[in-house]
């Protein structure tokens, strides 16, 4: 009988044992986020406990009422752990997570918020889904998913925004350029749907390279193309560039190495007042409408002599408005095929 009895006191023993450490390992593992062995019952408590060389480990979807503040001048690493963050703060122009100081890695899961990268302080994207990423330091994008149903998924107030490959789709601007430098290697960007009426990309004051990626604008009445060059320096040296109505709008400093540019509605390039244009490369490749590049007036420059025009529809390859100061069309070396009027290949209009 004690035999038994002692039996059935270490099953007792040895259940209540294991049920305790189940407990404890439960409990360690509800708070929300962990730095090695160690849990912290909010990730902002994480944040302000992270060192150099750490990686923060997010524990469950959360949702925050407050801005994360990431503000230690250290690097480490913000694993969400295919876990969501969802933000319910207040005022959206505080944003969901703010990275004041340090190197930030980020990567693996969802942030339905903003990002902010401050002035001195650096943001590394390698993977995930967000709603929008606003820079005033310094982001790299390595790889990504940005959708925003509201408002622009990229806006760079300074620093350096590099875009090495992503998927992007926004109710206003895929990349809004106030100021800055913005690069862009790769990827695919355009409208989240067919009532956008915003350029894809648009540069205020914005230093843009476009090296390569796909841009799409689904608009069929939009008339302020896929990249809009407003007050700032925008290079295209590849790339795909394809709207229903305008691809390329400028009005300041704009420099075209390469790429494919199509319209199907509109002008293909518009070079607007006071705009400098070189173009050494390129197709350019007209649909429904006439011309397929129209250079206004008063211009300050406007030079092509590379790349190729492909008249689709019975019109001019180029349209030149006023008079010919300050335009060049070479036509010895820029390929133009295609329909056109009575074989010509710039029409002077005023």
């Not at 009988?1 to 044992?17: A, C, D, S």
Request: with cysteine; hydrophobic share 35%; charged share 20%.
């Amino acid at each position: 009988m004690k035999n038994r009895l002692g039996k059935v006191f270490k099953v007792m023993l040895l259940t209540l044992t294991l049920v305790l450490m189940y407990s404890i390992n439960v409990s360690a593992a509800s708070g929300q986020a962990s730095i090695g062995s160690k849990n912290y019952a909010t990730v902002q408590k994480a944040l302000t406990a992270v060192k150099n060389g750490q990686t923060i480990k997010l524990n469950q979807d959360i949702t925050v009422t407050k801005t994360l503040v990431s503000k230690k001048n250290v690097t480490y690493t913000f694993d969400m752990n295919k876990h969501k963050i969802i933000s319910k703060v207040a005022d959206e122009n505080d944003g969901t997570f703010d990275i004041i100081a340090g190197k930030v890695t980020i990567l693996n899961g969802t942030l339905n918020g903003t990002i902010f990268t401050e002035k001195g302080a650096t943001l590394t994207v390698n993977g995930g889904t967000y709603q929008q990423i606003i820079n005033s330091g310094k982001t790299v994008v390595n790889n990504g998913k940005i959708v925003n149903k509201k408002y622009s998924a990229f806006c760079n107030y300074g620093g350096s925004l590099v875009i090495k490959k992503a998927t992007v789709k926004a109710r206003y601007n895929c990349v809004y350029g106030e100021k800055g430098t913005v690069t862009i290697n790769g990827g695919t960007f355009g409208n989240y749907d067919r009532t956008c009426n915003y350029p894809v990309i648009y540069s205020e004051k914005a230093t843009i390279n476009l090296k390569g990626g796909t841009y799409a604008d689904s608009y069929i009445q939009n008339v302020v193309g896929i990249v809009y060059n407003n007050k700032g320096k925008v290079t295209i040296s590849g790339g795909k560039y394809m709207g229903d109505c305008g691809a390329i709008m400028n009005y300041s400093f704009m420099t075209i190495k390469g790429g494919t540019f199509t319209s199907e509605n509109s002008y293909v390039l518009y070079c607007g007042a006071n705009s400098t244009t070189s173009i050494t490369g390129g197709k350019f490749i007209g649909g429904a409408y006439g011309s397929v590049i129209e250079v206004g007036s008063p211009r300050k420059k406007f030079s092509m002599t590379g790349g190729s025009i492909d008249v689709r529809m019975k019109g001019s390859a180029v349209v030149c408005y006023n008079n010919k100061n300050n335009f060049t069309l070479d036509t010895k070396t820029v390929k133009i095929t295609g329909d056109r009027w009575e074989d010509v290949s710039v029409r002077y209009i005023g």
